[in-house]
């Protein structure tokens, strides 16, 4: 006979103190990814200098070991809508974890995720219902198979340029060589004001379930031409396809509205994938909206009950992070604001393209905004921008990011592979004091570059770099 041990009883202390275990291996941050992570990503960061050690953030900005203040122009490639650690999502959180749901049993219906439902589908009209996975690639994978499901058919429609993830089912809709080649059920089509009806074209083979489609393209920040979207989606429908928004960046206020859809009137898509800035920043979350009769075309009966699901969906932090994150937009005007101070700074820079010649173009709308690049017209500046695009093409574009960074101490990003433009896509608390940071400082650069000052030596080592890894 064998005594029967009594479970562990939780005892609140113990050996795990994280606090000590930072304090003591901390500055192991970059020496333990090389070692256990992805080997290229510190790699990459020493070579343009953004190996930085941030030590706190707090809204838009971050503090580095040395105590200097960065603007975040970046916010996380958008999870950060609210800036770091918002009051509100961090108290919601606490809240939750002091409350001991008994959460994730699966085998009943928790409060949160109806009522995080009920909240996000008041702001999507012609919406009907909601099913929450982890992440906005996951949200793409549901609303594609969700499409599949409903219509019957396999082939899904995407756009030039689009980025839709990076998982095996995701990334066929996502027009990048680095995502691997499209899958044969997958067609591209441009979003062009001469080619919106090739959505419907392939609708009339009989075989698409859908086109899926970004309102504006984080890759480059191209917005859906005017009244491409309405065109592409009365061509859908009379082919019996469907029209997937993928909102995972544009959506909850990025653009100016809380989709980025509802720019253009009569646009009501049959799915829309949301993600990012849901999360507050703290817990991965991504939510995939349809239309009634779609749900119930894929849990036709209570054998298909689990036809689609995700074992971390609708976990009550995510949950409870998204229902503070809906609450501060609403209480605080966030949409209404990220419009004002969108228009603010895109103004700003659309008055230096007729100041600097390497400046092509500003565009996007709210607070997505892209930077565009060109070939210079001046014959003292075209050697240099042609050395640069004969390496690499996106070289002009790092070289504008990299000083903003270490000279200035303001985070931003090329836009995409092989591109000559900046996405700017900071949190949506920005105030307009974050906007004249932002213009001093890439006027500085600019300056810089059209004076043939330290950002062309810069240039010199990212072409040595780029001919070496051919």
């Given at each position: 006979?064998?005594t029967?041990?009594?479970?562990?009883?939780p005892?609140?202390?113990?050996?795990?103190?994280?606090?000590?275990?930072?304090?003591e291996?901390?500055?192991?941050?970059?020496?333990?990814?090389?070692?256990?992570?992805?080997?290229?990503?510190?790699?990459?960061?020493?070579?343009?200098?953004f190996?930085?050690?941030?030590?706190?953030?707090?809204g838009?900005?971050?503090?580095?070991?040395?105590?200097?203040?960065?603007?975040?122009?970046?916010?996380?490639?958008?999870?950060?809508?609210?800036?770091?650690?918002?009051?509100?999502?961090?108290k919601?959180?606490h809240?939750?974890?002091?409350?001991?749901?008994?959460?994730?049993?699966r085998?009943?219906?928790?409060?949160?995720?109806?009522?995080?439902?009920?909240?996000?589908l008041?702001?999507?009209?012609?919406?009907?219902?909601?099913?929450?996975?982890?992440?906005?690639?996951?949200?793409?994978?549901?609303?594609?198979k969700?499409?599949?499901?409903?219509?019957?058919?396999?082939?899904?429609?995407?756009?030039?340029?689009a980025?839709?993830?990076?998982?095996?089912g995701?990334?066929?809709?996502?027009?990048?060589?680095?995502?691997?080649?499209?899958?044969p059920?997958?067609?591209?089509?441009?979003?062009?004001?001469?080619?919106?009806?090739?959505?419907g074209?392939?609708?009339?083979?009989?075989?698409?379930a859908?086109?899926?489609?970004?309102?504006?393209?984080?890759?480059?920040v191209?917005e859906?031409p005017?009244?491409?979207?309405?065109?592409a989606?009365?061509?859908?429908?009379?082919?019996?396809?469907?029209?997937?928004?993928?909102?995972?960046?544009?959506?909850?206020?990025?653009?100016?509205d809380f989709?980025?859809?509802?720019h253009?009137?009569?646009?009501?898509?049959?799915?829309?994938?949301?993600?990012?800035?849901?999360?507050g920043?703290?817990?991965?979350?991504?939510?995939?909206l349809?239309?009634?009769?779609?749900?119930?075309?894929?849990?036709?009966?209570?054998?298909r009950?689990?036809?689609?699901?995700?074992?971390?969906?609708?976990?009550?932090?995510?949950?409870?992070?998204?229902?503070?994150?809906?609450s501060?937009?609403?209480?605080?005007?966030?949409?209404?604001?990220?419009?004002?101070?969108?228009?603010?700074?895109r103004?700003?820079?659309?008055?230096?393209?007729?100041?600097?010649?390497?400046?092509?173009g500003?565009r996007?709308?709210?607070?997505?905004?892209?930077?565009?690049?060109?070939r210079?017209?001046?014959?003292?500046l075209?050697?240099?921008?042609?050395?640069?695009?004969?390496?690499?093409?996106?070289l002009?574009?790092?070289?504008?990011?990299?000083?903003?960074?270490?000279?200035?101490?303001?985070?931003?990003?090329?836009?995409?592979?092989?591109l000559?433009?900046?996405?700017?896509?900071?949190?949506?608390?920005?105030?307009?004091?974050?906007?004249?940071?932002?213009?001093?400082?890439f006027?500085?650069?600019?300056?810089?570059?059209?004076?043939?000052?330290l950002?062309?030596?810069?240039?010199?080592?990212?072409?040595?770099?780029?001919?070496?890894?051919?």
């Amino acid at each position: 006979m064998t005594t029967a041990e009594s479970a562990p009883t939780p005892s609140g202390t113990g050996d795990f103190d994280l606090g000590a275990l930072l304090a003591e291996r901390g500055a192991e941050r970059y020496e333990l990814h090389s070692r256990y992570l992805n080997h290229q990503l510190p790699r990459m960061l020493h070579t343009i200098g953004f190996d930085k050690v941030y030590e706190r953030a707090e809204g838009a900005h971050f503090w580095d070991a040395d105590g200097n203040d960065h603007l975040d122009m970046l916010a996380g490639f958008g999870v950060m809508g609210l800036g770091r650690h918002h009051p509100v999502v961090r108290k919601a959180l606490h809240d939750v974890l002091d409350a001991s749901l008994a959460d994730l049993t699966r085998f009943d219906c928790q409060p949160l995720p109806g009522l995080l439902a009920e909240r996000l589908l008041a702001h999507s009209p012609h919406l009907d219902r909601v099913f929450f996975g982890n992440s906005g690639t996951e949200a793409v994978e549901g609303a594609l198979k969700f499409a599949r499901f409903a219509t019957g058919r396999p082939r899904v429609l995407y756009c030039e340029h689009a980025f839709h993830g990076l998982t095996t089912g995701s990334s066929p809709s996502t027009a990048s060589p680095a995502s691997g080649t499209a899958s044969p059920r997958c067609c591209p089509t441009r979003p062009s004001p001469r080619r919106p009806r090739r959505a419907g074209a392939g609708a009339a083979q009989g075989d698409v379930a859908a086109l899926i489609v970004e309102p504006i393209q984080g890759k480059g920040v191209y917005e859906s031409p005017p009244g491409y979207l309405r065109a592409a989606q009365e061509l859908l429908h009379r082919h019996k396809a469907l029209l997937i928004a993928d909102e995972v960046q544009t959506g909850l206020g990025r653009t100016g509205d809380f989709y980025a859809y509802q720019h253009e009137q009569g646009v009501e898509p049959d799915l829309v994938c949301v993600a990012k800035a849901l999360s507050g920043g703290y817990v991965p979350v991504g939510a995939t909206l349809g239309k009634d009769w779609i749900f119930k075309k894929v849990y036709s009966s209570m054998d298909r009950v689990l036809v689609h699901s995700a074992s971390f969906g609708a976990n009550a932090q995510a949950m409870a992070a998204g229902l503070a994150v809906l609450s501060v937009m609403e209480n605080e005007g966030i949409v209404a604001h990220a419009r004002r101070t969108g228009d603010l700074l895109r103004t700003r820079l659309a008055a230096l393209t007729g100041t600097y010649e390497l400046l092509a173009g500003v565009r996007g709308r709210g607070l997505m905004i892209g930077i565009e690049f060109g070939r210079p017209r001046s014959l003292r500046l075209r050697p240099r921008w042609a050395m640069l695009q004969a390496a690499r093409k996106g070289l002009f574009a790092q070289m504008v990011v990299v000083p903003l960074l270490q000279r200035h101490r303001i985070l931003t990003q090329v836009s995409g592979d092989h591109l000559e433009v900046i996405k700017l896509i900071p949190p949506l608390v920005i105030d307009e004091e974050d906007v004249q940071r932002f213009m001093d400082a890439f006027t500085a650069v600019m300056d810089d570059a059209h004076d043939g000052g330290l950002v062309w030596e810069f240039g010199r080592t990212l072409v040595k770099q780029a001919v070496a890894h051919r």
